[in-house]
């Protein structure tokens, strides 16, 4: 299932998310002008979330990185794997980021976005302390949005784009509904890679599910259910 949009037009314009979308976009074009992969990989080392290094940053360990371990739970969050990686990311911003900014505010709402994306990088680091692969994506800041969203807005309709076999129709879907089949998807798949190298799964799934419950829980905190 694949958002569209949703059925709920804001009344201001949601220029945060548009921030936030143009700078992933920008620093994603900046990915494909690295010259090499050798590049690529050492910009990954250096700004994504690296759970090893994270681990010996807390223990007093000091990296040979120039840049801070603790900033990386930031600015993994502008950084993507590919294409398609980007584009869902950016699609589930926008569809489902308006209304929260919204109702928020801008700056509470970067603010949101930004500690759901930490404490999901967070939730990542502490089931997989040990790993050395990069950690990217802005999805554990998503969800959190996402989280948000099924609070405040549960019975929204969400025009969806559904693949039937060769046919692909559209379909409205409630938010409820949409959400919570992604989120147990997440959690189940969280469970299941235990134990699994990180490198066979390929997805943060640890990442997805923490930033949804965190952004669930402190959205309301800070004011998501009251009347604007």
């Known amino acids: 299932m694949i958002p569209l949009r949703d059925e ?17 976009i920008l620093v994603f074009l900046h990915q494909l002008s690295l010259g090499s992969e050798i590049e690529l990989r050492q910009f990954f ?19 040979s990185q120039s840049f801070p371990e603790i900033l990386t739970l930031i600015t993994s969050q502008f950084l993507h794997g590919g294409f398609m ?21 801008h700056f509470r709402f970067l603010f949101f976005y930004l500690i759901c994306g930490i404490l999901a990088g967070l939730t990542h680091w502490f089931f997989g302390m040990e790993s050395a692969v990069p950690t990217v994506g802005a999805s554990g800041a998503i969800a959190g949005v996402m989280g948000a969203y099924i609070i405040k807005y549960p019975r ?9 076999g060769f046919f692909i129709t559209t379909v409205r879907i409630p938010a409820v509904f949409f959400l919570g089949f992604w989120f147990l998807q997440q959690a189940i798949s ?18 997805h599910a923490g930033g949804f419950v965190f952004g669930a829980v402190l959205a309301p905190i800070m004011g998501l259910l009251n009347d604007r």
Do not use: K
């Open 45 to 63: 080392d250096l700004y994504a979330v690296i759970p090893q290094e994270l681990s010996d940053s807390f223990d007093g360990i000091r990296s």
């Open 190 to 207: 969280s469970v299941a890679s235990l134990g699994m190298p990180e490198v066979m799964t390929g997805v943060a799934y640890w990442a």
């Open 156 to 164: 929204a309709q969400i025009l969806t784009l559904l693949p039937l």
């Open 8 to 24: 709920n037009p804001t009344q201001i314009t949601p220029i945060i998310v548009y921030a936030l979308i143009t700078i992933n």
């Open 85 to 105: 990686h980007i584009g869902f990311n950016m699609l589930f911003l926008w569809t489902f980021g308006n209304n929260i900014e919204e109702d928020l505010g």
